[in-house]
Structures are given as structure tokens and as C-alpha cells.
């Protein structure tokens, strides 16, 4: 089974549990603006990938009403949760490795703590089907899980239910943006919210098409 399944699996059964906890947080509202910022004028088409419940997508669209928005993800019921808290975007069920078959080309993508959840090759194809869908000068936002390569592997939650992580450190993650054709406008790292099941330490980074 393609390691990944799992993972969706686990997300899928939790999407409701996931949505309560985590979709009302506001701690990277300011990371939000700075993408809105960097986008270009006029209008816009932005992809919230990984979207679990859809809680970028919420902000993006509060902000931007005018913009087309796509919520997309592998867990149907994930995008229950986005379709049924915030009205007026389009949800799509996309594996990440395969951004490209939404056939749409977008001004800014944010891929909020998704990246973690794919093993080195499939990451860096990730990176660069993001970069295919952006449309030239196309800004990405992503927010990821770092830490120690060293302790990647399944973690468990209480439940039984099992995700596999595959951890890097901020550097790494940045040099695979760079690698995949982006230049890095900003970048940060934050703790992760009070709340979280597993502390980390996260990596914030703010980044344009370049290549
Ligand atoms: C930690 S949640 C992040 C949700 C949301 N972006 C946030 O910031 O709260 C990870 C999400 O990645 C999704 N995911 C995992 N593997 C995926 C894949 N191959 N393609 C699309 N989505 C995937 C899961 O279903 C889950 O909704």
C-alpha cells in the first residue's frame, strides 16, 4: 500500500475531531497577509493544498472574497469539513503529487503543514507540481513541520491511528524550494499551536516562482 494512504486514512476518520481543534486558529493570520500582499492585482485564483477543514482557505476568503478559490485534498472528509465552514470556494480531492490534474493555473498556493506527510522523492515532487500550476512571478506560502530527519518514521496517536512524518530541518526545506524553482521572499519558525498532539518546532516560509 502507497505509504501515504495511511496517513489520508487517519485524517479521514479524524477530519471532525482535526476541524475543531484546529480550524479557528489565528496565530498565522499575519503570515496569511503577507502572502495576500505579495500576490499580483487584479483577479486572482489560489489553491489552499492540504487543505484539511480548510482553515486557509477561511481566512483567504474573508480577505478576498473576489478570488477564486480552490480547497483541495486527499480526504473526503476533509473537504466535507471545508465545503460545509466556508461557502464560496471550490473543494477538490487531489493527491499533492498530482496538483497539475486540476488543470488550473494559480497566483498563489498555500500548502499548510502537507509537506511533512510525503518521503523525500515524492516532497520534491510536490515542490514541483506546485511550481507547474503557478503562473509566472506565482507566490507560494508553506508552512511545515521541521525537526530532526532522524526521528521521521509512524507516530501513533492514542487511538491507534498511525501517520508517517518525514521531518527536515528549515534549512533543508529551503534549499528543496530553491531546487524546485522558487526564490524565498521571507522565512520563520514558530512553535507549533499550544494544542498540537506532537510539539515541533515549524518552519514559515514565504517564496515566488523563479524559474
Ligand atoms: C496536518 S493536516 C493540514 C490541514 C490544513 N492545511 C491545516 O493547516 O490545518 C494535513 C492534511 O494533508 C492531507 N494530505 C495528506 N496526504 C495528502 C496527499 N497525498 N494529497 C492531498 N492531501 C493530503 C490530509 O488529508 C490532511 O487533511
Not at 489552499?48 to 472528509?77: F, H, T, W
Not at 507547474?132 to 511545515?144: F, K, M, W, Y
Amino acid at each position: 500500500m502507497d505509504y501515504n494512504q495511511e496517513t489520508v486514512s487517519t485524517f479521514d476518520r479524524n477530519a471532525a475531531i482535526y476541524a475543531d481543534k484546529y480550524f479557528d486558529l489565528s496565530q498565522y493570520d499575519s503570515h496569511y497577509d503577507a502572502f495576500l500582499d505579495a500576490l499580483p492585482e487584479g483577479e486572482v485564483r489560489l489553491l489552499d493544498l492540504a487543505c484539511g477543514p480548510g482553515n486557509v482557505a477561511a481566512y483567504l476568503k474573508a480577505r478576498r472574497s473576489d478570488a477564486l478559490i480552490v480547497a483541495a485534498d486527499r480526504s473526503d472528509a476533509m473537504l466535507e469539513q471545508a465545503k460545509a465552514r466556508v461557502p464560496g470556494i471550490e473543494v477538490r480531492n487531489i493527491d499533492c503529487r498530482d496538483v497539475s490534474a486540476l488543470g488550473i493555473t494559480f497566483h498563489g498556493v498555500a500548502f499548510f503543514f502537507g509537506l511533512s506527510y510525503f518521503n523525500p522523492d515524492d516532497a520534491n515532487a510536490v515542490l514541483n507540481q506546485i511550481h507547474r500550476v503557478l503562473a509566472p512571478d506565482g507566490v507560494l506560502l508553506l508552512a511545515s513541520v521541521a525537526g530532526e530527519p532522524s526521528d521521521s518514521g509512524e507516530q501513533t496517536t492514542k487511538n491507534g491511528d498511525r501517520v508517517f512524518s518525514f521531518y527536515r530541518r528549515p534549512a533543508e526545506i529551503n534549499s528543496m524550494l530553491v531546487a524546485a524553482g522558487f526564490s524565498i521572499i521571507g522565512t520563520s519558525t514558530v512553535d507549533s499551536p499550544a494544542n498540537a498532539s506532537f510539539a515541533s518546532t515549524d518552519v514559515i516560509t514565504l517564496a515566488r516562482k523563479s524559474g
